[in-house]
């Protein structure tokens, strides 16, 4: 018998129709994080909207997760690919439990292993359509840090991820400080989350805020910010800008 002359039927699984695919573009996605040091630890924010295309399809979708002991996972992108990323942390984090030696990973740690993961996929030509941010706190040692989905990746006293990098980061720039309150590290990533709210299509009233501190993990319930829609240039946004319609 000639196993070689052997042929698959078109609508085999081992056809053509099984080649591997990539994702070309994302199809439900989240928008900006954001996230800053604060004196005792870390805070991080994300609206829970998921776009489909340009409709704002689901409104209840949670970006921000505990990773582990002594982490904090945000991400902007593609839904799914977030959910494959929180997989393979489960495994990194069950591995690392089962050698039960009295050590867990840390922040830096998991972020390092995020930067090769996302690189590792780049690579393949086939990424996770997603912008992370990792933050924690291990042994007094706050850590904050995040990666794009080509692996691009860097830490900081605080970061952004989508419209948060061009909207966001100049306020935290201008008002953060080391020496920040819990409080007032709440009601910076609020009024980031308000200028994200005025000026990104994709964001949504319906927020969380997360911190993580030495104690642990704590992530809000949803909530909603108060807003102001009656600013004249809101009403007329062309007025006094040159060439527009």
Known sequence: MNFMASKQPENSL?????????????????????????????LMAADMGGSYGSTLRYKSVE???????????????EISDFQEILRYLDELILYDNMWDDGNSL??????????????????????????LVLGGVKNGQKYLGTVSMIGVNFEDNHVATGFGNH?????LRQEWHENLSYEDGVRLLEKCMRVLLYRDRSAINKLQ???ITEEGTTISQPYSLKTY?????????????????
């Open 106 to 131: 840390g922040p830096k740690e998991v972020h390092n292993y995020l930067t090769r993961v996302m690189y590792n996929r780049r690579n393949k030509f086939n990424p996770l359509w997603n912008s």
């Open 209 to 211: 805020i997360a911190k």
């Open 63 to 77: 970006r921000i997760k505990p990773i582990g002991k002594h982490s904090l996972l945000g991400a902007s992108g």
């Open 14 to 42: 081992l056809g053509p129709e099984a080649d591997s695919q990539r994702t070309l573009y994302p199809y439900v996605t989240g928008t900006s994080v954001v996230a800053l040091k604060y004196k005792d630890g870390i």
């Open 167 to 171: 909207l966001a980061r100049p306020i």
């Open 229 to 245: 829609w009656e600013f004249s240039a809101f009403a007329n946004p062309a007025q006094g800008a040159v060439g527009t319609w």
